[in-house]
């Protein structure tokens, strides 16, 4: 049995991990009432009464509450974007190099993904350990999400007609100034020289993400075809359960959907090999791997329990 208190769970991301391990036999979690959660005192009691902590919260306070942590034995998973380029943290997407699950397994402190990045490291990072893309390369991501990645603000933004800003758009582009919070994350993690030009858009639905990188094969140095692009993908997750390489067909709608509800990944590789251009894309849920699936997944690893145990797949 092991004892679990996730700091941040009437949030969006916390709810949807509370739903992943209610019922486990294995896990206790320790709650907090509506009339204590925000007390500092019962907060850093539960804290430190755990083996495992889960962050689901803005990143100053997820940095505050690492900081009440004086106890030794307790292990964090930091949900928020406050450490994923820290010195220190181990990042948490156990599919990203064949020994990051087994670093996840041994960390104290384990630092969540974006949904964003990992969608983009799933497509890019093979191809830049297998030598297909030059570390120097300039690459662009193209990605859109359900605007429950925005938090409660953003949903009620989209949902209740009686807020300020209440908006009826179906599809809307930003982070223009190409500074995204994302941004660093995404490199680093993909081991590139410079970072990606990144263009996020969030769409009329709840949840869900579908996320693209367009690859010039023809400017590439080594000027791979578009089976070796999908092959090193397809040797990449061989053995996941989690993240798979379907076989793509031209004539395909890839729906922002796709994946909506469960915590799988999913990528396929479109192309024109005449052309010498790839698209590579991935789908997934903002909510599951790409939030409070891959925390549950990184809890699982950390406490030696089955990877996948409390995942939809």
Not at 103 to 128: D, K, Q, S
Not at 208 to 229: C, D, F, N, Q, Y
Request: contains cysteine; aromatic residues 6%; glycine residues 8%.
């Amino acid at each position: 049995m092991i004892r679990v208190f996730i700091d941040g769970a009437a949030g969006t991301t916390g709810l949807e991990i509370r739903e992943r391990l209610a019922g486990r036999k294995e896990i206790e979690q320790i709650t907090l009432d509506d009339a204590t959660r925000k007390n500092s005192k019962k907060r850093k009691e539960a804290l430190n009464a755990a083996d495992f902590v889960i962050l689901c919260l803005p990143d100053d306070a997820a940095r505050e509450a690492v900081e009440m942590v004086t106890n030794p034995a307790t292990r964090i998973i930091d949900a928020s974007s406050a450490h994923r380029v820290a010195e220190g943290w181990t990042y948490g997407f156990a599919e990203l190099e064949p020994s990051q699950a087994g670093a996840i397994a041994g960390a104290a402190r384990v630092t969540n993904p974006g949904c964003y990045p990992t969608a983009f490291l799933a497509l890019v990072r093979p191809l830049v350990r297998a030598g297909l893309i030059p570390v120097d390369f300039p690459l662009s991501y193209n990605a859109a999400s359900g605007y429950s990645g925005g938090g409660r603000n953003m949903i009620e933004e989209f949902e209740d007609e009686t807020k300020r800003g209440h908006t009826r758009t179906a599809f809307r582009a930003y982070g223009l100034g190409l500074a995204h919070k994302h941004v660093p994350e995404m490199q680093k993690h993909a081991r590139m020289e410079h970072p990606p030009i990144f263009l996020p858009s969030v769409a009329r639905t709840y949840r869900g993400m579908i996320g693209e990188v367009p690859l010039p094969l023809h400017a590439l140095p080594r000027k791979p075809s578009l089976a070796t692009i999908e092959t090193a993908l397809a040797d990449a997750y061989k053995d996941s359960a989690v993240v798979k390489l379907v076989p793509a067909d031209d004539t395909q709608l890839i729906m922002i959907e796709e994946n909506a509800g469960t915590d799988r990944m999913t990528l396929r590789v479109f192309g024109n090999a005449e052309r010498g251009q790839a698209r590579l894309v991935a789908t997934l849920d903002n909510l599951g791997k790409g939030a409070g699936g891959a925390a549950v997944q990184n809890l699982n690893i950390m406490a030696g329990l089955d990877p996948v145990a409390g995942l939809v797949l």
